[in-house]
């Protein structure tokens, strides 16, 4: 599998604006106040070398996540604003006179993770089908809703591709688009369900809009199973500790110190902590990934386990 995350944030949309940008270039011209740079490889190594949070941005696009090199159909997981990305992608590398069939597993139907459909390109090209997965009822009625008027210009049963809704039942092993997929139901208010998917002995699961309780998390956790051996967790670490268990308590979110603890537990090869406070900037992102990995290296107890933070554009190879 190859997992490419197109969008990382949660709740809404945060782009890069004009003061955070000026000052990734105030940063970075001071860095390389008094070099030369003779070739642009030279210039790109020096770019390569500063900080993730000055050189590069973790971006602003809602969830949308794709499992890829599975089969002949691709894999998306959740319909966030970065789908129109993915859109770009294929409309560049098939464009429109080569159809396709295109999975999506839906974690849930709040605005943020299917809001980037109606700017999805593959939507609207005759020939291809979208199978939407899930299991709420209610898929079909939130996305004709995002699209009905006077909310958006074009209608949901005007699209051009052939759409289609698979309800699925949580804990039923699935076989779909070459991977064997198993949803879970997550803590979160409306209700989330979280994915495994399996292929060729590996494991990648997206577990999304859950708020794990402290307190709760032992071994005999439901959450322990599903997670078990996962060679990669996407993860929704969107709160500090301090504030998943204070101001933002029964919010639907978990926090990055849950998460190492959970992964811990269940054997986790590689942690990404994901759907991103949109309040927090690059700077932020940045310091809460060290302090996660400062904090798995103190409470490990057997296999190192890795630790990321997911960035739109991010690739991931298991």
Same mark, same amino acid.
């Given at each position: 599998m190859l997992v490419r995350?197109?969008?990382?944030?949660?709740?809404?949309?945060?782009?890069?604006?004009?003061?955070a940008v000026r000052a990734k270039l105030r940063e970075a011209l001071t860095a390389a106040a008094g070099r030369s740079f003779a070739t642009p490889e030279e210039l790109d190594r020096f770019i390569d070398g500063l900080p993730f949070d000055v050189g590069g941005t973790y971006g602003g696009n809602s969830s949308c996540v794709e499992i890829a090199n599975v089969g002949d159909e691709y894999v998306l997981c959740d319909l966030g604003t970065g789908v129109r990305e993915f859109g770009v992608r294929m409309m560049q590398e098939r464009g429109p006179q080569r159809p396709a069939c295109y999975n999506v597993f839906l974690s849930h139907v709040h605005w943020d993770h299917i809001m980037g459909f109606p700017f999805w390109p593959s939507a609207y090209i005759p020939g291809n089908t979208i199978r939407i997965h899930g299991c709420h009822k209610?898929?079909?009625?939130?996305? %004709?809703?995002?699209?009905?008027?006077?909310?958006?210009?074009?209608?949901?049963?005007?699209?051009?591709?052939?759409? %289609?809704?698979? %309800?699925?039942?949580?804990?039923?092993g699935y076989e779909i688009a070459g991977l064997t997929v198993t949803a879970m139901l997550q803590n979160h208010y409306g209700?989330?369900?979280?994915?495994?998917?399996?292929?060729?002995? &590996?494991?990648?699961v997206y577990s999304t809009d859950c708020e794990h309780k402290f307190q709760t998390l032992d071994e005999?956790?439901?959450?322990?199973?599903?997670?078990?051996?996962?060679?990669?967790?996407?993860?929704?670490?969107?709160?500090?500790?301090?504030?998943?268990?204070?101001?933002? %308590?029964?919010?639907g979110h978990s926090s990055n110190m849950v998460a190492v603890e959970l992964a811990q537990m269940?054997?986790? &090869?590689?942690?990404?902590?994901?759907?991103?406070?949109?309040?927090y900037d690059d700077r932020t992102i940045?310091?809460?990934?060290?302090?996660?990995?400062?904090?798995?290296?103190?409470?490990?107890?057997?296999?190192?386990?890795?630790?990321?933070?997911?960035?739109?554009?991010?690739e991931i190879a298991l």
């Open positions: 995350f197109w969008g990382t944030r949660g709740s809404l949309p945060a782009p890069l604006g004009r003061r209610t898929m079909r009625e939130a996305l %004709e809703r995002q699209q009905s008027d006077p909310c958006f210009p074009v209608d949901f049963r005007n699209l051009g591709a052939q759409i %289609e809704f698979v %309800e699925l039942e949580p804990e039923r209700d989330s369900y979280g994915y495994r998917f399996e292929r060729d002995g &590996k494991v990648m005999s956790y439901p959450f322990v199973p599903f997670y078990r051996d996962a060679d990669l967790l996407v993860f929704d670490a969107m709160y500090s500790l301090a504030d998943s268990i204070s101001v933002r %308590e029964d919010w269940a054997r986790v &090869k590689h942690l990404v902590l994901f759907h991103h406070e949109p309040m940045e310091t809460v990934l060290g302090e996660t990995r400062r904090y798995e290296e103190i409470s490990r107890a057997g296999m190192p386990l890795t630790v990321s933070s997911a960035y739109d554009g991010l």
